[in-house]
């Protein structure tokens, strides 16, 4: 399967609790971005990279949540400190410059 | 104000009837537009690029409106596969070609 995958796909973890989320985009694909989807709700953008380059930050990207693209192929997504609040749908896009997005399955994170 | 709303729905039509869905933008510097499908708790799905001069892929039809800010997607002859949420997503217009998206339409489709 050459499309992008993500891990976990459901995280249930306690208030307080760390996660870590990971993303593996589609091969030659530059850029890759997060989105957090709550229910009933369309996909919201958290941040982006353009290879190894964080570019953007949204203002829904607290303090307690940082993401990496160390060499520029995988990602990985870290919330600090769960809240009830941070429980979504976490989902991860890659693509080619600017061209077309596409989606991985998701990690379901659930804190309770 | 949402910068992409839509009819959350449901819409719910028989087998072979024929529904459209619309949605409006509110940022005029949005250059690129698709219609996503959604399967409930799975991943948004790229239904369609949106082009001004309007495109069809089967029973697909999109439509923008660029002076309106107004993107449509017919769907003809509905089938019970195309029961899912179609999301209306636009480009922010800046460099980051980060998506907004509507918060979905909902499609039922009877047998």
């Known amino acids: 399967d050459t499309g992008v995958s993500q891990d976990p796909r459901h995280k249930i973890t306690k208030r307080g609790q760390n996660v870590t989320f990971r993303c593996d985009p589609i091969?030659?694909?530059?850029?890759l971005y997060w989105y957090r989807q709550t229910l009933g709700q369309g996909p919201e953008f958290l941040t982006y990279?353009?290879?190894?380059?964080?570019?953007?930050k949204s203002r829904l990207l607290s303090d307690r949540f940082s993401a990496e693209r160390p060499k520029g192929s995988f990602s990985t997504l870290e919330i600090q400190r769960t809240e009830q609040g941070d429980s979504a749908m976490y989902l991860c896009a890659s693509s080619l410059g600017t061209a077309e997005q596409y989606f991985g399955p998701g990690t379901r994170l659930t804190v309770t | 104000r949402k910068e992409v709303e839509q009819d959350p729905g449901p819409f719910n039509v028989p087998e072979g009837a024929t529904v459209a869905f619309n949605c409006t933008y509110s940022?005029?510097?949005?250059?690129?537009f698709f219609w996503y499908r959604q399967d409930c708790r799975k991943e948004p799905k790229l239904l369609m690029s949106v082009y001004s001069s309007g495109n069809e892929d089967g029973r697909f039809t999109a439509q923008l409106n660029r002076a309106s800010q107004y993107i449509s997607l017919l769907i003809r002859d509905s089938k019970l596969s195309d029961s899912a949420t179609y999301l209306c997503?636009?480009?922010?217009?800046?460099?980051?070609?980060?998506?907004?998206f509507g918060s979905g339409t909902r499609l039922l489709v009877r047998p």
């Open positions: 997503v636009v480009n922010k217009g800046d460099s980051s070609y980060k998506l907004i």
């Open positions: 990279f353009q290879n190894e380059a964080q570019l953007e």
């Open positions: 940022n005029s510097a949005s250059q690129s």
């Open positions: 091969s030659e694909h530059n850029r």
